[in-house]
């Protein structure tokens, strides 16, 4: 084997060791990026990627040099392809993620991945769900709806993805495919809508004859309420086939990251058959905290003074778990039982980003001043780093010693980034039926 191919191969199994062996849903040769490599685009945006990340991982400053050499050529070429008929094919929406993946894991400021991620929503709705139905343009939708989606719940303002046809379309043929955490993902779509509508509705006059302000309001408890209601049977159902996935312990008396200077902040933490389940309850928690936040935020808008907004229930479960429960604290704690967990766990593969959405919200629902707040706020900034971006004795484990430190300096600055991600994209879609439709106007990544 040429001496190029056998480090590029190396490369690459690297960072699916790091990154990927925790996934759930395939194996390392099922990964969607490792079938996309015929498109010239994609296989230099994952040059790019894993040559940076190993570079950064082993801290071969000559490698990330490389590394955002190939990102410039990809992003070069990627302009090309949004500007010609290749616009809406497979390889340009790949190369379209291998960059944003790039821009989330190797830049320490993470404004870049953001812009290129409303480039990247854009090119995913203009492309519409019809093109997302086979098995690899699918998993490159699943790679990138909760990041989607997390985006637009920061931002508060509704996603394409909460449309019927972007929670059916994409299974229609292999609807065995569709498993208990897509399901989840269904219901937090909805979720940045509703934020929307509230932050519209407590803008407007005090006016309870406003009969569409009336209207929509009575929709969002409609939303709201359908939400829990699926929320709800989801738990029952997960509960239900899961239920030896957790096991109360005693906090880690050796690694003290459930401990303060008090002793143990828990009584017990928790522990699952992997780290799937953990994440998949970790995930269940958070939606159901922002889902009650939802709640609180409906229930002091003018016209639920007229209109009666059902109060979410609670339920017991044969689990050591809240589950269905109003009580937002207490879905925080169990968030944060989990994160001796998810420590060991993520020593090989990076699951930690993935707990990151979660995490926020669940620290928005404890007070700060508690002493559960207080052990959150001064986590060992080695801890707190790993949830952010990477731990690099996790990174580096089996590779030569090369000092300390894990990330390079910024190699492009704010400006040069902005001008990179200027790309635009003519739309030359096609209609559901026959895969053809009007133009739109220019999308552009910025």
């Known amino acids: 084997m040429p001496t190029v191919a056998f480090r590029r191969n190396m490369l690459i199994s690297f960072f699916i060791d790091k990154l990927y062996d925790g996934r759930h849903t395939y194996g390392n040769s099922d990964w969607w990026i490792l079938q996309v490599q015929d498109s010239h685009t994609s296989s230099i945006a994952l040059d790019a990627l894993v040559t940076k990340f190993f570079g950064q991982?082993?801290?071969?400053?000559?490698?990330?040099?490389?590394?955002?050499?190939?990102?410039?050529?990809?992003?070069?070429?990627?302009?090309?392809?949004?500007?010609?008929?290749?616009?809406?094919?497979?390889?340009?929406?790949?190369?379209?993620?291998?960059l944003s993946m790039f821009e989330l894991i190797t830049f320490s400021s993470h404004n870049g991945w953001?812009?290129?991620?409303?480039?990247?929503?854009?090119?995913?709705?203009?492309?519409?769900?019809?093109?997302?139905?086979?098995?690899?343009?699918?998993?490159?939708?699943?790679?990138?709806?909760?990041?989607?989606?997390?985006?637009?719940?920061?931002?508060?303002?509704?996603?394409?993805l909460e449309e019927r046809d972007w929670k059916d379309v994409p299974w229609e043929?292999?609807?065995?495919?569709?498993?208990?955490?897509?399901?989840?993902?269904?219901?937090?779509?909805d979720i940045p809508g509703m934020l929307e509508d509230i932050d519209h509705l407590a803008q407007?006059?005090?006016?309870?004859?406003?009969?569409?302000?009336?209207?929509?309001?009575?929709?969002?408890?409609n939303r709201s309420e359908r939400a829990f209601d699926e929320l709800d049977a989801w738990w029952r159902s997960w509960a239900t086939a899961n239920l030896h996935s957790c096991v109360e312990r005693p906090p880690d008396a050796d690694s003290k990251i459930s401990y303060d200077e008090n002793g143990p902040v828990f009584d017990s933490v928790l522990h699952f058959e992997s780290?799937?389940?953990?994440?998949?309850?970790?995930?269940?928690n958070a939606l159901r905290i922002l889902l009650l936040?939802?709640?609180?935020?409906?229930?002091?808008?003018?016209?639920?003074?007229?209109?009666l907004v059902r109060t979410?229930?609670?339920?017991?479960?044969?689990?050591?778990?809240?589950?269905?429960?109003?009580?937002?604290?207490?879905?925080?704690?169990?968030?944060?039982?989990?994160?001796?967990?998810?420590?060991?766990?993520?020593r090989r593969f990076m699951g930690n980003s993935c707990v990151l959405f979660p995490i926020f919200y669940a620290q928005q629902a404890l007070d700060p001043v508690s002493?559960?707040?207080?052990?959150?706020?001064?986590?060992?900034?080695?801890?707190?780093?790993?949830?952010?971006?990477?731990?690099?004795?996790?990174?580096?484990?089996?590779?030569?010693?090369?000092?300390?430190?894990?990330?390079?300096?910024?190699?492009?600055?704010?400006?040069?980034?902005?001008?990179?991600?200027?790309?635009?994209?003519?739309?030359?879609?096609?209609?559901?039926?026959?895969?053809?439709?009007p133009a739109l106007p220019d999308i552009c990544f910025q």
């Not at 936040?293 to 209109?307: D, G, M, R």
């Not at 959150?376 to 000092?403: V, Y």
């Open 57 to 98: 991982a082993s801290l071969q400053k000559e490698l990330i040099l490389e590394g955002t050499k190939y990102y410039t050529q990809a992003l070069s070429s990627l302009r090309q392809d949004l500007a010609s008929p290749n616009a809406f094919s497979l390889g340009t929406l790949a190369a379209t993620s291998i």
């Open 114 to 160: 953001i812009q290129h991620a409303g480039g990247l929503a854009r090119l995913m709705q203009a492309r519409g769900p019809w093109r997302h139905k086979s098995s690899t343009e699918r998993k490159v939708l699943l790679e990138n709806r909760i990041l989607l989606v997390g985006n637009a719940m920061m931002s508060r303002k509704r996603t394409f």
């Open 173 to 189: 043929d292999a609807p065995e495919n569709k498993d208990p955490y897509d399901h989840l993902i269904d219901i937090a779509c």
């Open 204 to 221: 407007q006059p005090q006016d309870l004859d406003d009969l569409d302000n009336e209207g929509l309001f009575l929709d969002l408890v």
């Open 275 to 284: 780290y799937w389940a953990c994440y998949i309850m970790i995930f269940h």
């Open 293 to 307: 936040s939802v709640w609180e935020q409906t229930s002091i808008l003018p016209y639920s003074k007229q209109y």
């Open 312 to 346: 979410p229930i609670d339920e017991t479960n044969p689990l050591p778990l809240l589950g269905i429960s109003q009580n937002k604290e207490g879905l925080a704690l169990e968030i944060f039982r989990c994160i001796e967990f998810c420590e060991y766990q993520t």
């Open 371 to 437: 002493r559960e707040g207080q052990w959150l706020l001064s986590l060992p900034q080695r801890r707190l780093e790993s949830f952010k971006t990477f731990d690099s004795a996790m990174l580096t484990e089996g590779l030569p010693s090369c000092g300390t430190g894990l990330f390079g300096e910024k190699v492009m600055s704010n400006s040069e980034m902005q001008r990179n991600e200027n790309l635009q994209l003519p739309y030359r879609g096609r209609a559901k039926d026959q895969m053809s439709s």
